[in-house]
């Protein structure tokens, strides 16, 4: 290939993401205003002024379209665990392989959405029946991959062994209840998420293992 011709190809897939991410920016921008089941492809496409044709060849449908920042972020979290050194147990890999991602998943939000943006989607998400219902089957989709990239980190048969499920189970519980109360906080940043995902992964030991009789907290007592 020519210079001129790798130039070209180049210019070509500038193009193409720069078109995919009008469109997705356009698309939760309507879903966050005016609701996602009333939006349609073809408004969706017409605000980016493209043919209904060409939003497909970027997205399935709306509902891909809706989960495709959180699709980006999962991806950056599984590669961020994958990456953590052999000798961390599953919950410490687990949580340092999440505040990793936190910490360099923002530039490419960014990149295709504003976080303010993020943040409205992710609301939505939770109040619309069928977007909470995809969700949730995502969640579990998820939740078994993990288990199974942590059973195979240890050596285990995740089918014969409950731990990797079970630890899976509790981390993902703390994921969901920091998203949810992120979602409903003043603090719209990628920091405060963060910084609620440490100090609640930091309690999850604690939780499962202290005396709650005695009445002192986990960092005090």
Same mark, same amino acid.
């Given at each position: ?87 961390? =147990?599953? /919950? !410490? &890999?687990? #949580? ?6 936190? *910490?360099?998943? +923002?530039? %490419? ?78 603090? =719209?940043? /990628? !920091? &405060?998420? #963060? ?6 992964? *930091?309690?999850? +030991?604690? %939780? ?14």
């Amino acid at each position: 290939m020519t210079v001129e011709q790798r130039t070209s190809a180049g210019l070509r897939e500038r193009k193409k993401q720069r078109t995919r991410d009008a469109l997705l920016r356009a698309a939760l921008e309507l879903f966050t205003s005016q609701g996602y089941e009333r939006t349609t492809v073809d408004e969706i496409a017409g605000t980016v002024d493209v043919s209904q044709r060409t939003f497909f060849r970027y997205f399935a449908s709306k509902e891909e379209v809706a989960f495709a920042v959180q699709h980006m972020v999962e991806r950056h979290f599984m590669a961020a665990l994958r990456a953590r050194p052999p000798h961390e =147990a599953p /919950l !410490e &890999a687990m #949580r340092n392989a999440v505040l990793s991602a936190w *910490d360099t998943i +923002g530039e %490419a939000i960014m990149e295709v959405v504003p976080v303010e943006l993020y943040l409205r989607t992710f609301r939505l998400i939770e109040s619309t029946p069928a977007l909470l219902a995809v969700h949730l089957r995502r969640s579990t989709e998820m939740e078994e991959n993990i288990a199974r990239l942590i059973a195979d980190r240890e050596g285990l048969d995740v089918d014969a062994d409950p731990r990797p499920r079970v630890a899976v189970a509790a981390f993902s519980g703390v994921m969901r209840v920091t998203g949810q109360l992120w979602g409903r906080g003043p603090d =719209a940043s /990628l !920091e &405060a998420i #963060r910084a609620l995902t440490e100090d609640y992964l *930091d309690h999850l +030991g604690p %939780a499962l293992a202290a005396d709650w009789r005695d009445g002192r907290h986990p960092r005090t007592g």
